[in-house]
């Protein structure tokens, strides 16, 4: 079936879509989590051909001054598409299109963000979309999401996104490249896993009221199923340290080497359960729930890849670490005694580089 405005075939006799969908199929969906070791939480999203990586920085104080907000912190998404993103070479810098979907990320972050934890500060959010294949606001919000439960940033819930739309007079789900291109309408749409409360919507093109309503629920539907891929990204990420044992797997050989060492020569002390925990108060409650229950047999390791986060926080202003208390508050956690973090945040820094002689 050709669309009606373009003679480009974009269903075809069997249903089936240019690569091979149904009408109600997300492309494939892969979420690594904790890629960049000098941000305090990222990720890296792979949605069909799209290629998303997100890298938070906060919460730290904003700039220009004039920007803080006394009462609460702000959320500033950047979203931009490289160069090589698209097929023909994209002016680099902030276009309009960019400066809106900013605005639109930020805004939709906002609402899930514990902003008055931490006032005055700001807490970044680098989109970079590498390799764009339409949807990439959506892929965007979504990474973002984890890359902020990855940081630690104190979150009602996650995000997640997805952009159905209406192709050859069909109503069909996470359009595809072309289908943005020639299609008849383009509704992205983000919403709270848990609440269900919309978060981002836009709409390009035109719907009856009745196709509206049923894109709504496609979106609603496959949103979950995008929220399911974010939580289980982020517990394949934490439960990998307590079960193996094993030091980041990112982390450059060296480093391994001096986690090993530390590991021989140092007993674990009782403190170290609470980087451990601290961590975990991070993260969505759900995402981290299978975790809790086992009662990890390696605090230790647990402790160890989470130092090059923990080990920022001194520097970072006050808020961050009641952010990090928030969770608790909410009784999800047994609550850690402020001393035994205290504690615990110095032998970290020992097995930093710098220390790992001593
Ligand atoms: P989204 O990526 O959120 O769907 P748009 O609907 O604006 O946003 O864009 C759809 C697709 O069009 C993008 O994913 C990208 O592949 C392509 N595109 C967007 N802007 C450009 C550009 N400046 N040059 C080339 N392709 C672009």
């Not at 072309?178 to 709270?192: H, I, L, R, T």
Request: glycine share 6%; with cysteine; aromatic share 4%.
């Amino acid at each position: 079936m050709s669309d009606p405005y373009t003679d480009v075939q974009l269903i075809d006799k069997k249903g089936l879509r240019l690569d091979g969908r149904k009408l109600d199929e997300l492309r494939p969906i892969k979420i690594e989590v904790g890629v960049l070791k000098r941000a305090d939480g990222s990720c890296y999203l792979e949605w069909g051909e799209n290629k998303v990586i997100v890298g938070v920085y906060g919460p730290r104080e904003v700039h220009p001054r004039h920007m803080q907000n006394p009462m609460r912190g702000i959320v500033q998404a950047r979203y931009n598409m490289v160069s090589f993103s698209v097929s023909e070479r994209k002016r680099p810098g902030p276009d309009r299109r960019s400066s809106e979907i900013s605005k639109l990320l930020s805004e939709a972050l906002e609402h899930v963000v514990l902003t008055d934890r931490f006032p005055r500060t700001t807490v970044d959010v680098y989109i970079e979309v590498v390799q764009a294949s339409a949807g990439t606001r959506c892929a965007g919000l979504t990474a973002a999401s984890v890359a902020l439960a990855d940081a630690g940033i104190p979150m009602r819930d996650l995000i997640a996104s997805v952009a159905s739309g209406k192709v050859g007079d069909k109503l069909v789900l996470d359009l595809g490249q072309k289908e943005d291109n020639f299609g008849q309408a383009d509704v992205p749409f983000a919403m709270v896993g848990r609440t269900g409360e919309v978060v981002l919507l836009q709409m390009d093109g035109h719907l009856t009221i009745e196709e509206f309503d049923t894109i709504m629920e496609m979106n609603r539907k496959a949103s979950l199923e995008v929220y399911e891929i974010q939580k289980a990204a982020l517990q394949d990420r934490y439960s990998s340290f307590t079960e193996e044992g094993e030091a980041e797997p990112d982390a450059p050989e060296e480093e391994k080497k001096d986690e090993k060492k530390e590991k021989k020569s140092s007993p674990p002390p009782k403190a170290d359960k609470e980087p451990k925990d601290a961590k975990e108060s991070k993260e969505p409650k759900d995402a981290k729930k299978p975790e809790d229950a086992k009662k990890p047999k390696e605090p230790k390791d647990a402790k160890e890849s989470k130092e090059p986060k923990d080990a920022k926080k001194p520097e970072e202003p006050k808020e961050p670490k009641d952010a990090k208390e928030e969770p608790k508050a909410k009784g999800e956690k047994a609550p850690v005694p402020e001393e035994m973090v205290e504690e615990a945040i110095p032998e970290k820094d020992d097995k930093g580089p710098a220390g790992g002689d001593e």
